[in-house]
């Protein structure tokens, strides 16, 4: 079965065509990303507009890179939540669009579902159920995957999610959008240990994050050496910061795979392709003997392949899109959008 798959969430415009929501035999992705870094974040009105230009250019570019014509698919999916409202109209309303035009089925997609999902096209063998860390610009969650569209939250964010927090350092200290590399490179030789910063714990919620404390520290620190005239050692800050984030991500999905037993590990999302992330990721399942399963870089980002392959499993449950079908800024991973009202 190849679906047509189209993302639209943020500041990427993606389609792709995936077959049995395996295997990739396209992949297009527009980038927003430096006419955004103008202005230290995303503007969504811009993004709107930028997806409104790019989303013909670019599907067409998946079709014809997959060697298939629109009517030779044999459905079309988009994501229908959660991100920038005008952001998701734009490849809701294309896809769905589409979809009704050639006759075929519209598959609504939830995008962190697709982030997941970005792992069973770099491994054929992965198949639920499993544990997952998903941390990206928006969202810091841990997940049982029961099925491949049944979801348990286990813990979350109690604020900031760790790529929102990266995005916030990395305006303090002057690198730019997006933060998440930028600050990675940087720490790169830096000295974690030169800026002591809090790792911070929710009470009465073990498996829950908080990453507005750390971010507040890191701007605090940023604020006070200038103030004072003294020079801001950045990629110790920097490394000091990732070693944070992990500190606080990894012991917790550590310890919801000793409650719930269960030894098959995913990490998914754009802080996905942080190095101080995965290298603990990889000491922490050495240590336990589990399964750890790690997209590769170009999969840890925004894309389209993503949500075809998670479209595939939610076309066999029979959660399809009608004319109807409305998109939404937020959605939990738990809820199925196809009959999401409000």
Same mark, same amino acid.
């Given at each position: !079965? ?49 997806? !409104? ?220 392709? @942080? ?8 000491? !922490? ?33 029979? @959660? ?15 809820? @199925? ?6």
């Amino acid at each position: !079965m190849n679906i047509l798959a189209i993302e639209s969430s943020c500041d990427e415009t993606a389609a792709a065509v995936i077959a049995d929501g395996r295997r990739i035999l396209s992949s297009v992705i527009d980038s927003q990303v430096q006419t955004h870094a103008l202005y230290g974040g995303v503007v969504p009105e811009i993004a709107s507009r930028g997806h !409104m230009e790019a989303i013909v250019r670019v599907t067409d570019a998946a079709l014809q890179q997959a060697g298939l014509r629109a009517g030779e698919v044999d459905a079309v999916a988009a994501t229908c939540a959660p991100g920038l409202i005008g952001a998701l109209l734009v490849g809701a309303n294309f896809g769905k669009a589409l979809a009704f035009s050639l006759g075929k089925p519209f598959v609504p997609v939830h995008h962190i579902r697709g982030h997941i999902a970005a792992n069973y096209l770099a491994f054929p063998d992965l198949a639920p159920p499993f544990l997952t860390l998903v941390a990206s610009g928006g969202h810091s969650l841990l997940v049982l995957v029961q099925d491949y569209t049944e979801f348990q939250i286990l813990g979350g964010t109690r604020d900031d999610a760790a790529g929102e927090a990266f995005d916030k350092v990395a305006r303090v200290l002057g690198v730019g959008y997006p933060g998440g590399p930028k600050i990675d490179a940087m720490a790169r030789g830096g000295d974690p240990a030169k800026y002591p910063l809090p790792h911070a714990k929710v009470k009465d919620a073990p498996l829950d994050f908080s990453f507005s404390g750390l971010k507040t520290a890191v701007i605090n620190l940023a604020h006070n050496a200038s103030q004072k005239g003294q020079e801001l050692d950045k990629p110790a800050l920097a490394a000091a910061f990732c070693a944070a984030v992990v500190d606080t991500l990894v012991p917790r999905l550590e310890l919801a795979a000793e409650q719930t037993g269960v030894q098959n590990i995913v990490c998914a999302g754009g802080v996905a392709a @942080n190095s101080w992330l995965r290298q603990a990721l990889h000491e !922490m399942a050495a240590r336990h003997n589990w399964a750890l399963y790690l997209p590769p870089l170009a999969l840890c980002g925004d894309n389209a392949a993503m949500i075809g392959s998670q479209a595939y499993y939610e076309y066999l449950a029979g @959660n399809l899109g009608s004319t109807l079908q409305n998109a939404f800024a937020t959605a939990g991973i738990d809820e @199925n959008i196809c009959t999401k009202i409000s």
